[in-house]
């Protein structure tokens, strides 16, 4: 079975959002959040406004703590690791269906490790190119990539995400070849492309929003099925000549495995 068939059923095996229900007390001891992405990118912004909240339908406090490397592996196995309590909790995102299949010499079994907890939020992908780049158009920027095979340096939020995995299918489909850049969360790709050190991004558009508002990037597709509406001007990549072109990145809540189910069921309600 193709990896993005295999992401796309392992995405919908979590849980969905449960019916209201009256809220009980969760643990009195503050949870540790392992966000393993760099702080200030979508995932991390996320997980930091929405925590708050949580917190306060548990009666308790969320500590967000940013372990980055490896695709999102090293965040992961330190909760892999934790006692499945309910203290120690993993948001993580669409690299936690592939890293198992694309990361090799593991100290923990992506696929055994973790109890999904609750789907919490999706991300749109963009793709943006630093202010200096002479294409304006995804049709400009392909042909900027064919007169330069593997030349483009172009970032993502790290090896096994969705932009990772998303910019290998738009190239794929736009029939070009760029190289790839990782980094350690989309926050970090976004200040290289401001600084000019990367030829463009796929990355979250939470995540090149500011540096483009700030004038140091420049948007050239969203990956949606739709346009956004906070972006409107904004063309997809499937008007753009790529029929059916759609990438999102998501998050999503993970204790770790023989977390008790009345916890798990307490944290998916909040």
Known sequence: MPVTRRVALAAAALPLAAPARAQTAGPTRPIRLVVPFAAGGAADSAARTITPHMGERLGTTFVVENRTGAGGSLGGGEVARAAPDGTTLLWDASSHMVNHVLLRGLPFDYTTAFLPISLVVTFPQVIAVKADFPARTLAEFIAAARARPNTLNIGTQGNAT????????????????????????????????????????????????????????????????????????????????????????????????????????RLHAA
Not at 213 to 224: E, K, N, Q
Not at 249 to 254: G, I, M
């Open 162 to 265: 969705a932009g990772h995995l998303g910019l290998a299918m738009f190239a794929r489909r736009a029939g070009i070849e760029v190289q790839h850049v990782p980094y350690r969360g989309g926050a970090d790709a976004a200040r290289d492309l401001a600084a000019g050190n990367l030829d463009g991004v796929f990355i979250t558009a939470l995540s090149a929003g500011p540096i483009v508002d700030s004038g140091r990037a420049r948007f050239i597709a969203v990956a949606s099925a739709a346009r956004l509406s906070a972006r409107p001007d904004v063309p997809t990549i499937a008007e753009g000549g790529i029929a059916g072109f759609a990438v999102s990145e998501w998050a999503a809540l993970f204790a770790p495995a023989g977390t008790p189910t009345a916890t798990a069921e």
